[in-house]
């Protein structure tokens, strides 16, 4: 269930930014709280939206 929240996510940050795949991606990795989870089971965290 976390793929349509990252999706809605993305399009935040399209929408703030208006950068291309490369770049929302990394938007979304650099913006994300670390989790102490294995990253191997939480991916690079917790997402956040732009502010």
């Given at each position: ?16 930014t ?7 991606w ?24 732009p502010?």
């Open positions: 269930m976390a793929t349509p929240h990252v999706a809605g996510i993305a399009a935040l940050w399209y929408e703030k208006g950068q291309g795949a490369l770049e929302l990394g938007n979304l990795t650099r913006a994300s709280f670390r989790l102490r989870a294995s990253s191997l089971d939480v991916g690079a965290g917790l997402t956040q939206a502010q």
